[in-house]
């Protein structure tokens, strides 16, 4: 009896010629993945896709949003309502024009989005991005099509304490980090009585679209972080890319300063600049959070956040696209506790059950 077949199947969908055959080379450089099906625009993805039989058709679809005949966001609902539903990932351009088709893609139920980059970076030869569309196809092909309920569902830990005389939440996350973003935001139902700062790895002009996905979901106000701008309670702050996002001791409280200093972990924004700021000025008053992500940004300065006192959680390897920065954390004995995104929601408004009442 022969083995089932555990490679990931992909299928391309781009109107460039030239950029299938690209894309097709970096995935299928890894063994673990195959591509099943080439088409040039959505009208050709939803085709092929109700021709093929459901035990071959692709898990993945890489979705250009860019396309004559029928463009990506066109095809994107076609394509979801499908059986077997498979998981899309769309290509936007690297401006701001295509970070706005990205999220507004998201809304619309895409899994995650990949940048286009430019020919001045490398082009699709570029290793980060390789590395970037290589973890984003296999996370979200071993996630499904999206972190929905688990039919299993572990035990809840017990709500965090109160922390008393806390002045600020941090959290990092990369990889899959706008969707375990979304459900974090979701989640939480009350109001924030500190100021919550984001980092999420991703290039520069896409933050402020990401903030408007974000703010767009109504839970609390969003806006990418200002320079010199005094941080309010209940207000959700994103790094902008391209730079890092740190704090400060200011006469009214703490104040956002935005930094150009070098790349850490090979990233700018960096989540281990910010996190080193908030112990520094903020000592053991500190909340910090890691999500979905790929390497290790913010071990260090979720070292530094436990030494001086803070606690710290992080999302779970079952909800986590790329379990990296988390599971740096959590191998490393730092998390009080490893849950998804709704579930580390609650935790954090237990944790700000201490300063309830406190919202500007």
Known sequence: ????????RVMLCDDSATVR????????ADPGIRIVARVANGQEAVAALERMPPALRPQVVLLDLEMPVMDGMTALPLLLREAPRPVVIVASALTQRGAAAA??????GAAD???KPGAAGGGLNDPAFRAEVLAKVKGWARMGAGPAPRAATPPRPAPMPPLRGLRAIGL????GGPQALAGFVQGLVRPLPVPLLVVQHMPAGFTAMLADHLHRLGRL???????????RAGRLYLARGDRHLVVEGGAGGLVA???????????RPAVDPLFRSLAATCGGAVLALILTGMGQDGLA??????AAGGAVLAQDEASSVVWGMPGAVAKAGLARALLPPAGLAEQVLAACAGRAGAVA
């Open 103 to 108: 999220m507004a893609a998201l809304r619309a």
């Open 301 to 306: 300065g979720c070292r530094a956040i436990a």
């Open 1 to 8: 009896m022969t083995a089932p077949d555990s490679t990931v």
């Open 172 to 175: 990092g996350c990369s990889t």
């Open 113 to 115: 989005y990949v940048p």
């Open 257 to 267: 300063r935005l930094s150009d200093a070098p790349p850490e972990n090979f990233c």
């Open 221 to 231: 106000p969003v806006a990418e972080a200002r320079d010199g701008e005094a941080l």
């Open 21 to 28: 055959a690209a894309m097709a080379r970096v995935l299928e």
